[in-house]
């Protein structure tokens, strides 16, 4: 019987809110791990574990950077701190810069699937002509030093190895929420919804809305794994549910930040 996915992103959705709902589905481990180990990337450790998230009990998948290429990507005070007030990261470091064609030259000589290859940079490929148009230029041209770079490639390698690895073969998701305000990052002071973000939903019809909770819930990472696994926006009339997987987010905002996938029939 063919498998079918059902993410419900009430509270967001992101690479590692993603990745780790598959791992509490099943997708296997050490699988993951040995893709992963095949891209030859350094700087960075990977941590799957339990943890508690406003109650429920999920699972976390952390891409930890050393120092050199930290982004602060889960730091709270860098992300929602008042202008001009935050000295903490140095925005003048140098940073990694991969364009489409080294990404998926990285890709390529992964240990992986075909289709999870496939699936991989059909993602990237989503992110760069978002990325693109949000600033006018071409897609050859987009460099993902602001999707973090290595983190940004293990995320989307690990998303895309971890959904292969179930067999799904239908992907349901009616809606994305994502939060209000603004956020920090490379460019500046963003509005939330980030404009990749906003593009993605304007390209592929992710439904998206907003809640009244401040901060950023729906990264472009986990707009483009929307995009690109999406098959269907509407719930069956009758299911049953045959598997629960949750994946907890980094960030602390006033809602449970999870991400729950449902197998169902």
């Given at each position: 019987m063919e498998r079918v996915l059902y993410l419900d992103a009430s509270y967001g959705i992101s690479g590692d809110m993603f990745i780790a709902a598959m791992l509490d589905l099943g997708a296997d481990a050490p699988v993951?791990?040995?893709?992963?180990?095949?891209?030859?990337?350094?700087?960075?450790?990977?941590?799957?574990?339990?943890?508690?998230?406003?109650?429920?009990?999920?699972?976390?998948?952390?891409?930890?950077?050393?120092?050199?290429?930290q982004n602060h990507d889960h730091d709270m005070e860098y992300l929602h701190g008042k202008a001009g007030n935050y000295t903490k990261v140095d925005m003048r470091k140098p940073c990694e810069r991969r364009n489409i064609k080294d990404v998926e030259g990285i890709i390529q000589k992964a240990d992986m699937t075909d289709p999870a290859k496939k699936l991989a940079m059909k993602i990237f490929g989503i992110l760069a002509e978002a990325e693109a148009k949000a600033h006018g230029i071409a897609v050859e041209e987009v460099y993902f030093h602001e999707l973090g770079a290595i983190d940004s490639i293990v995320d989307v390698v690990a998303a895309a190895v971890c959904f292969d690895n179930l067999g799904i073969g239908r992907t349901i998701i009616p809606e994305l929420c994502d939060g209000?305000?603004?956020?920090?990052?490379?460019?500046?002071?963003?509005?939330?919804?980030?404009?990749?973000?906003?593009?993605?939903?304007?390209?592929?019809?992710?439904?998206?809305?907003?809640?009244?909770?401040?901060?950023?819930?729906?990264?472009?990472?986990?707009?483009?794994?929307?995009?690109?696994?999406?098959?269907?926006?509407?719930?069956?009339?009758?299911?049953?549910?045959?598997?629960?997987?949750?994946?907890?987010?980094?960030?602390?905002?006033?809602?449970?930040?999870?991400?729950?996938?449902?197998?169902?029939?």
């Amino acid at each position: 019987m063919e498998r079918v996915l059902y993410l419900d992103a009430s509270y967001g959705i992101s690479g590692d809110m993603f990745i780790a709902a598959m791992l509490d589905l099943g997708a296997d481990a050490p699988v993951l791990m040995k893709a992963l180990k095949s891209l030859f990337l350094h700087g960075y450790e990977v941590k799957i574990a339990r943890v508690k998230k406003a109650g429920f009990d999920a699972c976390d998948f952390l891409v930890a950077l050393d120092d050199r290429h930290q982004n602060h990507d889960h730091d709270m005070e860098y992300l929602h701190g008042k202008a001009g007030n935050y000295t903490k990261v140095d925005m003048r470091k140098p940073c990694e810069r991969r364009n489409i064609k080294d990404v998926e030259g990285i890709i390529q000589k992964a240990d992986m699937t075909d289709p999870a290859k496939k699936l991989a940079m059909k993602i990237f490929g989503i992110l760069a002509e978002a990325e693109a148009k949000a600033h006018g230029i071409a897609v050859e041209e987009v460099y993902f030093h602001e999707l973090g770079a290595i983190d940004s490639i293990v995320d989307v390698v690990a998303a895309a190895v971890c959904f292969d690895n179930l067999g799904i073969g239908r992907t349901i998701i009616p809606e994305l929420c994502d939060g209000t305000g603004t956020i920090r990052c490379r460019h500046g002071i963003l509005p939330v919804p980030v404009p990749a973000v906003r593009i993605i939903d304007e390209a592929y019809q992710l439904n998206l809305k907003s809640n009244d909770v401040e901060g950023e819930l729906v990264t472009p990472t986990g707009a483009a794994i929307a995009a690109a696994i999406r098959t269907d926006i509407k719930m069956p009339a009758s299911y049953l549910v045959r598997k629960v997987g949750i994946g907890a987010g980094k960030r602390q905002y006033n809602c449970p930040c999870i991400l729950r996938a449902f197998l169902i029939e």
